[in-house]
C-alpha cells in the first residue's frame, strides 16, 4: 500500500512540474560517448553512431563481419530520478551476420556503469535494459518495452526474478512506425516503462547480479548492490535503428 501512495503521488506532482531537457540537440553527438565491444571508449568504429537529417541513425554499413561488436552512445552524465522519453523506429536492414536474436532488437539502457569503467573486450554495460523489439510480420505476438538485465537483478511481483528478459504487456509494433518509450526511474526503488502511453512493466531494486555480461572489470560488478542512478545509453546490436528524440525530466525525491 505504501509503494501505491508514493507511485500516486509521483504521478500528481514528480513528472508534470519539470521541463523536458533534450539530451540529443538534432545537429550532433558532441555530447555522447560511444563504447563498442572490441574497441577503446570513444571509438566510433565504423561510423556506427551517425545524425543526419535531425535523427541519431545506428548503421553498420562499413562493417565487414559484426564480430559481436555490440555496441552503446551514451549521454555524457550519469542520472538518478527521472522521466525518460526516446521515439524510435527500426528500418528494414539488418546485418547478416549479428546474432540472430537482435534482427528488429535494440534498447536503452538505464542506470548503466560509466562506459569509462568497460574494457576494450566488454561485450555489454552493467545495466538494466528496457529493451525495444519490433514484430517479425508473423502474426505473432513480439512486446516492445521489455527488461533485460546484463549483469543485473531486478525484483518482479515481489521477488529477485531469474530471467534475463522479462517481457512486457505492450502490443506488437511492425514496420517501420516511429514509437515513444518513455521511462520513470526513481534510484534504486521502481522503474516504470511506458510505451505510446501505456504502462506497460515496472520492477523494483534494479541492483548488480546475474550474468551475461562478459570481461568486465571484477572490483566493477558487485553482486547485490542497488543502483540508484547510472548512464543512459542508446544500443546497436545489428539492427539498423533510429532515435529521433532523446529527452528528459529529472525529477524530485520524496
Request: overall charge positive; proline content about 4%.
Amino acid at each position: 500500500m505504501a509503494l501505491f501512495v508514493f507511485i500516486c503521488s509521483f504521478s500528481r506532482h514528480g513528472s508534470d512540474d519539470k521541463k523536458w531537457i533534450e539530451l540529443f540537440n538534432g545537429k550532433n553527438i558532441k555530447n555522447w560517448i560511444v563504447k563498442i565491444n572490441h574497441h577503446e571508449v570513444g571509438v566510433n568504429f565504423g561510423n556506427t553512431f551517425r545524425v543526419e537529417d535531425g535523427i541519431i541513425k545506428v548503421r553498420y554499413d562499413q562493417y565487414g563481419d559484426f564480430n559481436d561488436q555490440f555496441g552503446h552512445l551514451y549521454f555524457k552524465r550519469p542520472f538518478s530520478y527521472y522521466h525518460l522519453l526516446v521515439e524510435y523506429r527500426f528500418t528494414g536492414k539488418f546485418h547478416p551476420s549479428a546474432p540472430g536474436y537482435t534482427l528488429r532488437n535494440s534498447g536503452v539502457m538505464l542506470h548503466s556503469q560509466d562506459p569509462r569503467t568497460m574494457y576494450k573486450d566488454q561485450d555489454w554495460p552493467i545495466s538494466v535494459e528496457m529493451q525495444f523489439l519490433g514484430g517479425l510480420g508473423d502474426g505473432k505476438p513480439r512486446p516492445t518495452g521489455n527488461m533485460c538485465s546484463p549483469g543485473t537483478d531486478v525484483v518482479y511481483e515481489g521477488k529477485i526474478d531469474p530471467r534475463h528478459c522479462i517481457d512486457s504487456k505492450s502490443k506488437t509494433y511492425e514496420g517501420d512506425q516511429w514509437v515513444t518509450a518513455e521511462a520513470i526511474v526513481l534510484g534504486d526503488s521502481l522503474i516504470k516503462h511506458i510505451i505510446n502511453g501505456d504502462t506497460v512493466l515496472q520492477y523494483t531494486k534494479p541492483q548488480i547480479g546475474g550474468g551475461v555480461v562478459n570481461n568486465y572489470d571484477p572490483k566493477i560488478k558487485i553482486d547485490g548492490k542497488l543502483l540508484n542512478k547510472g548512464f543512459i545509453a542508446l544500443q546497436s546490436e545489428g539492427q539498423e535503428i533510429d532515435f529521433r528524440r532523446v529527452a528528459i525530466r529529472v525529477l524530485k525525491r520524496y
